[in-house]
């Protein structure tokens, strides 16, 4: 079994910053790309940032050059810095992680955390 557990969110006014935490725990042989996700009240959930095994990064246009997506391998962790927060920022953050659980034959699995919430004032 996989669980992911996020970390890090709370409120804060805009213009300030936040650092997301995800740590995975389990049974886990391999993470393949990971990523954030969010989700505002009466909208569907977007991808804000996702990152590969690798390195490589990719972000919303709506984030860019305001967020940083990384991650820790030796951890199973992923961060998400978010600087200068709007207040349309606001909205229940996920983790999402692609986790082969037992060994490099085992598929690999899109696992999500439970979310977190942030709330940007204006």
């Known amino acids: 079994q996989v669980q992911l557990v996020e970390s890090g969110g709370g409120l804060v006014q805009a213009g300030g910053s936040l650092r997301l935490s995800c740590v995975a725990s389990?049974?886990?042989?391999?993470?393949?790309?990971m990523g954030w996700y969010r989700q505002a009240p009466g909208k569907q959930r977007e991808l804000v940032a996702g990152?590969?095994?690798?390195?490589?990064?990719n972000y919303a246009d709506s984030v860019k050059g305001r967020f940083t997506i990384s991650r820790d391998n030796a951890k199973n962790m992923v961060y998400l810095q978010m600087n200068s927060l709007k207040a349309e920022d606001t909205a229940v953050y996920y983790c999402?992680?692609?986790?082969?659980?037992?060994?490099?034959?085992?598929?690999?699995?899109?696992?999500w955390g439970q979310g977190t919430q942030v709330t940007v004032s204006s």
């Open positions: 999402n992680a692609d986790i082969q659980g037992r060994d490099r034959w085992s598929p690999s699995i899109a696992y």
């Open positions: 990152i590969s095994s690798g390195g490589n990064t």
């Open positions: 389990g049974s886990i042989f391999r993470i393949n790309a």
